[in-house]
């Protein structure tokens, strides 16, 4: 499985838009990036996924360049309860592959 | 449609001891995975069933253990319990069709602490 390399923390403020970037060099044709969120003490939640170019859906916006050694989750107008730890991964198959392997996160925290 | 719960919520173990932890898939899924969640790491991959059989498994000892029942469900059994198995214990359930698989649906988790 692809290792992907994303930033350790972020801080935002309420109603502003925020970027997480991953880096995944070594995914491969087959492979798909999923986010998921996780709040303490609880299991990740599904956010998003996509193959290439941009995804959206109710909650964020995926965006995957045309060489696909990235991807960036946004995040619009967020509010206290986006403060979270944010999972990229990618995977074989349609979703992150049948054995999730997860980094350590993006810390993110929303201030008023 | 239900989604994936766990049984229990908390649990608090002595060294040596056993624990087993439960699991029921959300509505229409045929497959479980299991992670360990140790504080501040991100979840680690224990093992998947898939048609009662164990299909993938992680770096994980024997002494980790796992079920899955006909109607879906799944146990997580740790023997001779050691004081790092203190995490959270994190069910996933999803479909598996022949050549892929869907988007894994994690539960609330299993906190387990060893003493």
């Known amino acids: 499985l692809a290792k992907t390399t994303q930033p350790i923390s972020m801080d935002s403020y309420e109603g502003q838009e925020v970027n997480i970037t991953c880096s995944h060099n070594?995914?491969?044709?087959?492979?798909?990036i999923t986010w998921y969120q996780q709040f303490p003490s609880q299991g990740p939640r599904f956010i998003i996924q996509?193959?290439?170019t941009k995804v959206t859906n109710e909650v964020a916006s995926l965006f995957i360049p045309a060489d696909r050694k990235s991807s960036t989750l946004s995040l619009p107008r967020v509010s206290l309860s986006d403060t979270a730890v944010y999972y990229c991964?990618?995977?074989?198959?349609?979703?992150?592959?049948?054995?999730?392997?997860f980094g350590t996160g993006t810390r993110l925290a929303v201030r008023p | 449609e239900t989604g994936v719960t766990q049984s229990p919520t908390h649990l608090i173990k002595t060294r040596g001891q056993q624990v087993t932890l439960r699991c029921s898939s959300q509505?229409?899924?045929?497959?479980v995975s299991w992670y360990q969640q140790a504080l501040g790491q991100g979840p680690q991959f224990i093992f998947q069933?898939?048609?009662?059989?164990?299909?993938g498994r992680g770096n994980f000892p024997p002494r980790f253990s796992g079920l899955q029942f006909p109607n879906y469900s799944s146990e997580l059994n740790v023997n001779a319990l050691e004081l790092d198995d203190s995490a959270l214990y994190l069910c996933?359930?999803?479909?598996?069709?022949?050549?892929?698989?869907?988007?894994?649906?994690f539960g609330p988790g299993t906190r387990l602490t060893v003493l």
């Open positions: 996933a359930s999803s479909w598996t069709l022949a050549g892929g698989q869907d988007t894994q649906y």
């Open positions: 070594n995914i491969a044709t087959n492979d798909y």
């Open positions: 996509g193959y290439k």
């Open positions: 991964l990618v995977g074989d198959g349609r979703s992150s592959g049948d054995k999730l392997t």
């Open positions: 509505s229409g899924h045929n497959t």
């Open positions: 069933y898939y048609r009662e059989e164990e299909n």
